[in-house]
């Protein structure tokens, strides 16, 4: 069983399952605040799932049509390297970071990991 790692905490999924469904799964959320409740609910349109998402090659999903297209949007950076949670289905152990901005488009929030959303 795969485990996710997200701002100090852990919990496994089966593989296969959608990093945002196993991250809410376990009580946590790759949307900031802000957006918490208004947000596209997994269809892949908003963005606001974006997280940094590190492992092994064949630990996650390769990105879906949806999620390319998406990033490719404002704020976002194709080449930022970011995953959305909601089309990235996981197969292996993963660590994943929520960066700054309201889609997670900013830098790295180093103390995400040690104290939560900001
Ligand atoms: S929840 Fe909207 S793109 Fe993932």
Redesign the pocket.
Known sequence: MPTVRFQGRATICKPGTAL?DALLDAGMTPHHTAVSIL???????????AVQVDGAADATSPPTARERW?LGLPPHRRDAGLR????CRINGDVEVRKHRGVWGQGAPDAGASESGIR
């Open positions: 945002r947000n596209c609910h997994g269809l892949g349109t908003c963005g606001t799932c998406r959305l949670a909601c089309q």
